[in-house]
């Protein structure tokens, strides 16, 4: 039994929505399909995510919604036309569309993060629709209505333990289950979105819950790339991959597969599939528990940016108990997570993302350092990106560190920060944004490029 999960690109038309339909008839033992919303049909297109947050921030500034509504349901209207679907399944996206646009704007963030969710939910029941047309009896299952439930605010999104278990009854259908990603609602009924991926999280869940033998998470190339296609030329396909590696690529900025949507699978033991859906013929890459050894000691190389470090100074920072902890508690009470806390005897750095600050947080934090902790020195740097290298065979492998060091050190670039995991599955580099993309390829070079005899 297989779980498959199409993103946006995979169901932004009905031409596209046609190759899923005929991927999921191809193989009986597809009996889950978790959409995306319509992605974008060309490269200047509007996703129709974005055109829900046009339309849910005219209605929070109390504008006409009527041309923005409009644009939304033209989208879903053309699709179904290509389905050669009649006029019913576009009234009832209008409808909820309308029903959406009035609902309770006090918290404007929940208030967008329904708007939002009204892509996947809609685009579920046309294709649900859809699907029946042409003979293959399915069933739309709107999260709520199946118990995917969720935590409360200010964490972020996440599935309750409880939730697994409500989803699990969907196994027993004899239908083709279509499934919205990307949202969940609390135990009160409050809608919240996931994070970015939030689609890749829902499938992941379902195949958690239904206990899948196989979670197929279709994109639209052909398999994962060892580094950034669009930075480095015809990069090294992956045809195996480790939950750990992906876990640790998918983090710095590997966008194929979310690293948060690779839990609920890991933990069941439920191996992932990456696939196209324009080439569904291709193998793709396997995410695996384990994996054969092979000649590489490195899997994949990933960098991502957006970070800021905060720099602290102490003399004697190393003897004085409990110091780590009072910084990192002055960061949770302003909400801040840190990715990576590298450090000296009497200096520490804490880097984190940069979207979680603010100049009136940076303030707050640098004053309450200094006058709480007593540092002589605190400040922010910023416009940073993290680079990792990955690999289940770096840790029996002498000198890798050392080479990546001089790979870095060939581009003429800063090293700001080098740090290894305990697992040491990967290897990470603080560098300046502006250096990220020269790095990236001399360190594929370094580490991919083939061994030329003379």
């Known amino acids: 039994m297989k779980v498959s999960k199409f993103g946006g690109t995979s169901v932004a038309n009905a031409e596209q929505i046609k190759k899923v339909a005929a991927?999921?008839?191809?193989?009986?033992?597809?009996?889950?399909v978790v959409v995306s919303a319509p992605g974008k049909r060309f490269d200047a297109d509007k996703k129709v995510t974005d055109l829900l947050i046009e339309l849910a921030n005219a209605a929070i500034h109390k504008e006409n919604v009527e041309e923005k509504l409009k644009n939304v349901v033209d989208r879903y209207r053309e699709i179904a036309e290509g389905l050669g679907l009649d006029q019913t399944i576009c009234d009832v996206i209008e409808?909820?569309?309308?029903?959406?646009?009035?609902?309770?704007?006090?918290?404007?963030?929940?208030?967008?993060?329904?708007?939002?969710?009204?892509?996947e939910d809609n685009n579920a029941k046309l294709i649900s629709a859809y699907f029946t047309s042409v003979g293959m009896p399915a069933q739309y299952v709107n999260p709520k209505t199946a118990g995917l439930v969720v935590n409360d605010l200010p964490e972020r999104a996440q599935a309750l333990?409880?939730?697994?278990?409500?989803?699990?009854?969907?196994?027993?259908?004899s239908e083709i289950i279509v499934f919205p990603g990307f949202f969940g609602y609390t135990k009160d009924g409050v809608l919240r979105t996931f994070e970015r991926g939030g689609s890749d999280i829902t499938g992941s869940i379902v195949?958690?819950?239904?206990?899948?033998?196989?979670?197929?998470?279709?994109?639209?190339?052909?398999?994962?790339?060892?580094?950034?296609?669009?930075?480095?030329?015809?990069?090294?396909?992956?045809?195996?991959?480790?939950?750990?590696?992906?876990?640790?690529?998918?983090?710095?900025?590997?966008?194929?597969?979310?690293?948060?949507?690779?839990?609920?699978?890991?933990?069941r033991g439920i191996p992932v599939c990456i696939k196209n859906t324009n080439n569904p013929s291709a193998p793709g890459t396997k995410i695996v528990a384990e994996r054969k050894a092979n000649r590489r000691p490195v899997t994949g190389i990933s960098a991502d940016n957006g970070f800021s470090i905060l720099y602290v100074s102490k003399y004697l920072m190393n003897r004085e108990i409990g110091f780590g902890r009072k910084l990192?508690?002055?960061?949770?009470?302003?909400?801040?997570?840190?990715?990576?806390?590298?450090?000296?005897?009497?200096?520490?750095?804490?880097?984190?993302?940069?979207?979680?600050?603010?100049?009136?947080?940076?303030?707050?934090?640098?004053?309450?350092v200094l006058n709480e902790l007593h540092a002589e020195d605190v400040h922010f740097r910023h416009d940073f990106?993290?680079?990792?290298?990955?690999?289940?065979?770096?840790?029996?492998?002498?000198g890798l560190a050392a080479r990546a060091a001089t790979a870095i050190s060939r581009t003429g670039a800063n090293i700001e920060m080098i740090n290894q995991g305990s697992?040491?599955?990967?290897?990470?580099?603080?560098?300046?944004?502006?250096?990220?993309?020269?790095?990236?390829?001399?360190?594929?070079?370094?580490?991919f490029a083939p061994v030329t005899v003379g």
Not at 161 to 173: F, G, K, Q, V
Not at 222 to 228: G, I, L, P, W
Not at 350 to 356: E, L, P, T, Y
């Open 23 to 32: 991927i999921v008839k191809a193989d009986s033992s597809r009996k889950f």
């Open 95 to 119: 409808q909820d569309l309308r029903i959406r646009t009035l609902e309770n704007k006090s918290n404007t963030e929940l208030f967008i993060d329904n708007m939002k969710a009204s892509g």
């Open 423 to 447: 697992s040491e599955v990967s290897l990470a580099f603080g560098v300046h944004r502006s250096n990220e993309d020269k790095i990236l390829r001399e360190l594929y070079n370094e580490f």
């Open 207 to 267: 195949a958690a819950a239904v206990q899948a033998d196989l979670y197929e998470n279709f994109t639209d190339v052909d398999s994962v790339f060892c580094a950034n296609p669009r930075v480095v030329n015809s990069p090294v396909e992956i045809e195996e991959i480790t939950y750990r590696e992906m876990r640790e690529l998918s983090y710095a900025g590997f966008s194929v597969f979310h690293d948060e949507a690779l839990m609920p699978v890991y933990k």
């Open 161 to 173: 333990p409880e939730a697994y278990d409500n989803l699990s009854t969907l196994r027993n259908s």
């Open 385 to 398: 990106s993290m680079i990792v290298v990955v690999g289940e065979g770096m840790n029996n492998s002498t």
């Open 328 to 368: 990192l508690q002055i960061l949770e009470e302003e909400h801040i997570s840190y990715e990576h806390t590298p450090s000296g005897l009497d200096d520490i750095s804490v880097i984190m993302r940069s979207h979680q600050l603010t100049t009136e947080k940076e303030m707050r934090i640098i004053d309450r």
